[in-house]
């Protein structure tokens, strides 16, 4: 991140290093906000409305206004992807209850929202991964009961990645009640015998607008496909495992706990939505700009 990189905090856009907000902003205390990332390329946010859906999802099942229209938060995106024009970067939007002047854990009347954004540059997808895949590991999922909640506070999360981290993992698929959910950040996917199953939306994972698009693709190809739980023991005997999301798009996970995933290669349902899915960005980005 450079230090003249313009952010915005509340109504101004200022320099990174002079965004501010109170130590006590129940963001910083108590993690109560939301977030959203964006991922943008040349520009342009893509799944615009579907981010924006969530958002306003998540807003209001913490109790919050959405503090901008969607031509306000248009405002400002194209201000902070105005400073890098041709760069791939994502779109940060995070969203907090404010400061009360004092801590405390009820919820005073008449907060003030703290509104932040920023861009970030978007890492090219490692070229290593469609063709090797990634190594994952299933962890209990730690996590709270309302894990549809795109909020910030993902220190769960984190400990969870970390810990894949450790086991020098790219990632750890989330086990709660001997069904597989989704990633620490990511939604999952499995194919069995040509059939495309990722678990139901629900309290227990993130409705990740990659996920969406996957279902889409692949019933606009006429993919069997099936929003289904998914048991460990199945998750095991998976032909192909995928995990998505907005800034890693779909990376094919080729070993599980140390074991090879089918023949340990990526899989041809996999490399067929990969493809579907970057002509989807290519029709997408030819049309007129946002
Ligand atoms: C827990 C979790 N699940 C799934 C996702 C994928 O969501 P999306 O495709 O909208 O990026 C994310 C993204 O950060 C996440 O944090």
Same mark, same amino acid.
């Given at each position: 991140?450079?230090?003249?990189?313009?952010?915005?905090?509340? &109504?101004?856009?200022?320099?990174? $290093?002079?965004?501010?907000?109170?130590?006590? !902003?129940? *963001?910083?205390?108590? &993690?109560?906000?939301?977030?959203?990332?964006?991922?943008?390329?040349?520009?342009?946010?893509?799944?615009?409305?579907?981010?924006?859906?969530? =958002?306003?999802?998540?807003?209001?099942?913490?109790?919050? !206004?959405? /503090?901008?229209?969607?031509?306000?938060? #248009?405002?400002?995106?194209?201000?902070?992807?105005?400073?890098?024009?041709?760069?791939?970067?994502?779109?940060?939007?995070?969203?907090?209850?404010?400061?009360?002047?004092?801590?405390?854990?009820?919820?005073?009347?008449?907060?003030?929202?703290?509104?932040?954004?920023?861009?970030?540059? =978007?890492? %090219?997808?490692?070229?290593?991964?469609?063709?090797?895949?990634?190594?994952?590991?299933?962890?209990?999922?730690? #996590?709270?009961?309302?894990?549809?909640?795109?909020?910030?506070?993902?220190?769960?999360?984190?400990?969870?990645? %970390?810990?894949?981290?450790?086991?020098?993992?790219?990632?750890?698929?989330?086990?709660?009640?001997?069904?597989?959910?989704?990633?620490?950040?990511?939604?999952?996917?499995?194919?069995?015998?040509?059939?495309?199953?990722?678990?139901?939306? &629900?309290?227990?994972?993130?409705?990740?607008?990659?996920?969406?698009?996957?279902?889409?693709?692949?019933?606009?190809? *006429?993919?069997?496909?099936?929003?289904?739980?998914? $048991?460990?023991?199945?998750?095991?005997?998976?032909?192909?495992?995928?995990?998505?999301?907005?800034?890693?798009?779909?990376? /094919?996970?080729?070993?599980? !706990?140390?074991?090879?995933?089918?023949?340990?290669? /990526?899989?041809?349902?996999?490399?067929?939505?990969?493809?579907?899915?970057?002509?989807?960005?290519?029709?997408?980005?030819?049309?007129?700009s946002w």
């Open positions: 991140m450079s230090e003249d990189q313009l952010v915005y905090l509340n &109504g101004d856009y200022l320099p990174l $290093p002079q965004a501010k907000v109170s130590v006590l !902003d129940r *963001g910083f205390l108590f &993690g109560d906000g939301v977030y959203e990332v964006i991922p943008c390329y040349r520009g342009k946010p893509f799944r615009l409305q579907h981010h924006f859906a969530r =958002l306003a999802q998540s807003l209001l099942a913490i109790g919050l !206004d959405n /503090p901008h229209s969607q031509a306000q938060w #248009r405002v400002i995106m194209r201000r902070l992807l105005a400073q890098y024009p041709d760069q791939d970067r994502t779109l940060y939007l995070q969203i907090t209850r404010g400061s009360s002047g004092r801590r405390e854990l009820a919820i005073p009347e008449d907060m003030v929202p703290t509104v932040f954004a920023m861009s970030s540059p =978007l890492k %090219q997808a490692d070229p290593a991964v469609a063709s090797r895949g990634i190594a994952v590991v299933t962890l209990e999922d730690i #996590r709270w009961q309302l894990c549809n909640i795109k909020t910030i506070n993902i220190l769960a999360n984190q400990l969870l990645r %970390q810990r894949a981290r450790d086991m020098g993992c790219d990632e750890a698929i989330l086990i709660r009640d001997g069904y597989a959910l989704e990633g620490s950040s990511s939604n999952l996917f499995i194919v069995q015998r040509g059939m495309l199953i990722t678990p139901p939306p &629900g309290p227990h994972l993130l409705p990740g607008v990659t996920r969406d698009l996957v279902l889409e693709l692949a019933a606009a190809e *006429g993919t069997a496909r099936l929003e289904a739980a998914i $048991p460990l023991a199945q998750l095991r005997q998976a032909d192909e495992i995928w995990l998505t999301s907005s800034s890693r798009e779909i990376m /094919p996970v080729t070993r599980l !706990d140390g074991e090879a995933v089918a023949n340990g290669l /990526p899989g041809p349902i996999y490399r067929q939505t990969a493809n579907l899915y970057q002509a989807r960005k290519a029709s997408w980005q030819a049309e007129a």
